[in-house]
């Protein structure tokens, strides 16, 4: 019913800075929680951070500082601003969305993006 489309991957340089989009359709936007996640080949998906409608924001405590989450409810667009990246950052990144406010893990969230690859190199 909702679908969402990750864009904005790609190869950056460590110490960068990226901006992936999440474009939703379907549903209404407003009533979902959207949040960020990542995933590396053989690791369980990551929480990176999550925005109410409203765009009250949280984040893993790692990650505090470096990335921020925003929103856009007439585009319909979820934004992860991505600075001062690091190698260990490198994985697919997925946009999903829940109905609870606060989820952290990946089975309360009802719909997922494809993902997409950002790369970070030294």
């Known amino acids: 019913q909702v679908q969402l489309v990750e864009s904005g991957g790609g190869l950056v340089q460590a110490g960068g800075s990226l901006r992936l989009s999440c474009v939703a359709s379907?549903?209404?936007?407003?009533?979902?929680?959207m949040g960020w996640f990542r995933q590396t080949p053989g690791k369980e998906r990551e929480f990176v951070g999550g925005?109410?409608?409203?765009?009250?924001?949280y984040y893993a405590d790692s990650l505090k500082g470096r990335f921020t989450i925003s929103r856009d409810n007439a585009k319909k667009t979820v934004y992860l601003q991505m600075d001062s990246l690091k190698l260990e950052d490198s994985a697919v990144y997925y946009c999903a969305a829940a109905r609870n406010w606060g989820a952290t893990h990946p089975n309360e969230y009802d719909y997922w993006g494809q993902g997409t690859q950002v790369t970070v190199s030294s």
């Open positions: 925005i109410h409608w409203t765009g009250s924001t």
């Open positions: 379907g549903g209404s936007f407003r009533s979902y929680h």
